[in-house]
């Protein structure tokens, strides 16, 4: 299998920490999705926002015809402003306010994404006011399926807070529906970080056992099907690329049983996909600061932390650590930890790496997706500096590192 090539950074290095993005690595990952689906234009990605928003990620994945997932009003207008058009937009989340319905509607997204009953009564009546708008609403459906991944980001099961079960679906189809809000879409999303292929094709199973029930009983149809993202990257074979073979299998199959459901209808297949377009090509750069040991461990202190980088303290995720320029030293097991006052400030722990010193530079690896998005000023830390690194090898600026304090 093809793998994707360690990029090669400058020599002249900004001041670290900060994050870099590869723009052969981005390119990589999106052919290999839309060469996945066979470039077709009934399976159309919607990438989620959340997983890394910068504008020029956003602007790069434009050109290769990507729609997008958004969860608040911020990313809409964002993605707005980047050069989607509405209508390649969907909205998710289940806590939309009025002001984000409203948003949505104003710029005739693609599909809301309603995940409650009361939601829905909410958006039929905020539609009212705009009865020359066309709102397009889909609904996500809860088939209550366990995915094997980190609980905090496995969505799918009747006691996580997204979506519906299949009677909530049903008893919005007994409300009166104002004319200008048309059924879309059934939407799903079952968690992240999925490698088995079989649940995703149970949950499609499920949402097509509900379109058949709504179909007989309410003669109603929806042209799209959205199955949400979580499709895995693999952190610990950072150069391997994400399945996307098997994932576009999947997406066809999906597309060829919701064809055959509504005969009748201009039929799509939509995903959510957001980690495995970027994570890969995302590196966080930072420098040891010091050393040090006592009798049961080596530390390697860098500066950059759990603020720039959470997900080891959070989902105690594996995250490749790696010297940038290594010099043939024997390797020492450290923990690569962060300046923060915090026992749980780690990036990597128990890591077998080359002996370090104070400032020797090293990277993480697979750090493009929740990465900069999820980072904090905790300890007054500023936000880290992001740079593009560009096919032509320039690393260019996106901005530098960004404080914030109020002292009124
Ligand atoms: N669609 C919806 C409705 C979602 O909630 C998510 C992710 C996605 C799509 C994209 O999922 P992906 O393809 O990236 O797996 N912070 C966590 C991940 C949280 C994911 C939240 N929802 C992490 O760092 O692993």
């Known amino acids: 299998m093809k793998m994707l090539k360690r990029p090669q950074l400058p020599k002249d290095l900004p001041q670290t920490p900060f994050y870099f993005y590869d723009e052969a690595i981005l390119k990589e990952l999106s052919e290999g999705f839309r060469a996945s689906v066979d470039s077709s234009d009934e399976i159309i990605l919607h990438y989620a926002v959340k997983a890394n928003s910068h504008p020029a990620i956003l602007k ?23 050069g989607y058009y509405g209508d390649r937009i969907v909205f998710s989340g289940v806590g939309k306010t009025q002001e984000e319905m409203k948003l949505a509607i104003e710029n005739e997204i693609g599909m809301l994404i309603v995940e409650s009953c009361e939601e829905f009564e909410e958006l039929c009546e905020v539609s009212k006011a705009y009865p020359s708008k066309t709102v397009k609403v889909g609904f996500r459906f809860n088939p209550n399926l366990s995915v094997e991944t980190h609980p905090y980001i496995a969505t799918g099961l009747w006691e996580h807070k997204f979506g519906m079960a299949g009677e909530e679906v049903l008893r919005m189809m007994e409300l009166s529906i104002p004319a200008n809000v048309k059924l879309q879409g059934i939407s799903l999303h079952l968690g992240s970080q999925i490698f088995d292929d079989k649940i995703f094709y149970d949950a499609v199973n499920e949402v097509v056992k509900l379109a058949k029930i709504i179909q007989s009983k309410y003669k109603k149809s929806f042209p799209v099907l959205n199955v949400g993202g979580g499709l895995g990257v693999d952190y610990q074979e950072p150069y391997k690329k994400p399945g996307f073979e098997n994932y576009g299998k999947f997406l066809k ?36 600061i010091r050393v040090k040991s006592n009798p049961k461990k080596n530390f390697a202190i860098v500066d950059a932390s759990m603020t720039e980088l959470i997900r080891p303290a959070l989902y105690s995720a594996y995250h490749a650590v790696e010297k940038l320029e290594p010099s043939g030293l024997d390797e020492k097991i450290y923990d690569i930890v962060g300046p923060v006052c915090e026992s749980g400030d780690f990036l990597a722990e128990k890591r077998s790496i080359e002996e370090l010193k104070r400032g020797d530079l090293l990277w993480v690896l697979c750090a493009g997706a929740y990465g900069y998005v999820m980072s904090s000023h905790y300890n007054l830390r500023p936000l880290p500096a992001e740079y593009f690194l560009e096919s032509n090898g320039v690393l260019r600026e996106l901005h530098g590192p960004l404080q914030t304090w109020n002292i009124k």
């Open 60 to 82: 790069f994945l434009h050109k290769y015809g990507s729609g997008l997932d958004v969860v608040s009003g911020a990313e809409l207008r964002l993605a707005l402003e980047c």
């Open 253 to 288: 199959w999906a597309l060829a049983e919701w064809k055959q459901l509504n005969p009748d209808l201009k039929c799509q297949v939509y995903s959510e996909c957001g980690r495995a377009l970027v994570a890969q090509s995302g590196y966080l750069v930072t420098k040891v």
